[in-house]
């Protein structure tokens, strides 16, 4: 007995103090005790960080086996008053050896075919062993702050991973097999001593953060636009030069990092409509683009420290979301008074720059002092941005129905750019000479938003042939039309913000389409011709009046690809169970609605939790 005693002390001194004591590996075998196991096979979580290990217990690899050892086990648990029979106890599905002194894993692993976490972060690996492969149902996998220098060819066999993180390794570059976990929704490679990502990352259309900063990367594939879910995307302290030219393609892009690089100017970001967040600081940019004013409705954060900007443009004045403003340490000499009509700035940095115009105690008195300062400098309305003439042809805002030449760009602006943008111009129609330069431009993306449209203009028809994206959004819409038959390649169709009770049966004709918005519309129903859009991955329609949905064959349920779906803020007062079985769905908004269940904590947790609430209630 006091034997017994003396070694659950030593144990538990193990554990406690772990960091001054390398275990043998009679000792690791001992931190797997008969309770652990036990507590193992009831949950299906084995949770062994920080334990000390320097190896792991062999019975880790068995616990889903009915060898001799877990038969033991087993008829203990069986003679148990208080414990469920052996038959009902779980396989392990969750491992955590995370915080140990590990050198290398077992191929034995592979023994623990239903594992879908695994934590294997904070160790001393150098390699990972070829098995890994059979854990076919792994979903979250992080081999953080080891020494990894590679993976083994079987790794990409694990087509179920949606979450990988391989930061704080020695990885010099990334396997070109990467693109082979296409469910992956995370992806972290972040301090490494990676020089280049491979062609084919974007083909990881899942993707909803990607992390790469603190590597020496000097470039990025072109193809990383068309990571079309990417909402994160972290370059930080890289080598970078230049970003892609048409950065713009990630729309839905919030939050883009790019500090402690090496860039030069900003690329075009037309189309980032959705981001929010730009930190670019520490580089060497010289100006800041008027275009680049224009097309960010939704940036908050604008982060310009440490570059070389000697001027602000007035379109600075577009950015009317922005709450934070960093521009110290560039070498601008005078501030635009327009910066103080953004009425949701509350904190404007500009420090280090040889400003005149404002004496130097006033902007030591912070943001408030300056922006007062400038709007009593500007009492008569200068800094409003300037229109039609005044504005010298700049294409800011107008209201004419056929505004002048100025308000539309020209063949060499909308080819650069293979972009129709005629945003917030106040317009009731375009003309069809517009469309016309258009088609000689090529433009496969037409964005006339936010303007007095009571109709689709029938000149847009030229580009039937080429049209892959269109933007009508915050408009006086109430149908679509019949021309819309002709749009053969449309993948993006955003309707949101207009007066819609209904859409046509034209729509369904769109085979092509990927994602259609129709977010604050006037819809009572989920309109019959979406169940026809075979090929549909993003459905928004949030702020309508949708009243049910229908999860079976003939309505959701017939989408296959339906992977994001918003039906938040409607009336829906009943959520069919069956809708937990279209196992697509990664993205499930549902707050706003009347119905009691699920209820709100539910609500909260996420897609994963609402989907299996409802699975639970499917009757059996």
Known sequence: MKARQMAR???????LNPVFHFQNKTEDNQILTRARIKQALKSGTLNLSGKGLASVPEKVWNLSD????????????????????????????????SSNTLTTISENIQNLADLTVLNLQDNALTSLPNSIGSLTKLTKLSVSRNKLTELPESFFQ???????????????EVHSNISDLIMLETLDISFNKINAIPGGVGFLVRLQQLTLSNNHLTELPNDIVNLCKLHKLDLAKNDLKLLPPVMGELRKLECLYVQHNDIEELPDFTGCEALKELHISNNFIKTLPADFCENLPQLKVLDLRDNKIERLPDEIALLASLTRLDLSNNT?????????????LVSLQVEGNPIRSIR?????????RILKTLRERDGT???????GAEGGGSGMVKSSPFAAESTFPDVYQMRKGRALIVSSKGLIDVPEAVFLDALEACVYNVDISKNRLTAVPSGITNLSALLTELNVSFNLLQTVPAFFSQFEKISYLNLSNNQMVDLPEVVGLLVTLRELNVVNNQLK????????????EIFLASGNKIEEIDATDRGLGALKRLATLDLANNNIKHVPP??????NITTLELIGNSFRQPRHQILEKGTESIMSYLRDRIPQ
């Open 9 to 15: 002390s030593r144990i538990r001194e193990q554990e």
């Open 66 to 97: 009915s060898d001799e050892n877990e038969k033991e086990v087993r008829y203990d648990l069986d003679r148990s008053n208080d414990e469920e029979t052996w038959w009902n106890q779980k396989s392990l599905t969750s491992l955590d050896l």
């Open 158 to 172: 694990l087509k179920e991973l949606k979450h990988l993180n391989l930061s704080h390794n020695e990885f010099p």
């Open 332 to 344: 601008i000499s005078s501030l635009p008074s327009c910066l103080s009509t953004l009425a949701h």
């Open 360 to 368: 130097r105690d006033i902007i030591q008195c912070g943001t408030q």
């Open 381 to 387: 309305g200068k800094g409003t941005p300037k229109t």
């Open 525 to 536: 129903r989920i309109p019959e011709c979406v169940y026809e859009l075979r090929g549909l």
């Open 578 to 583: 069956i809708l937990g079985t279209l196992k």
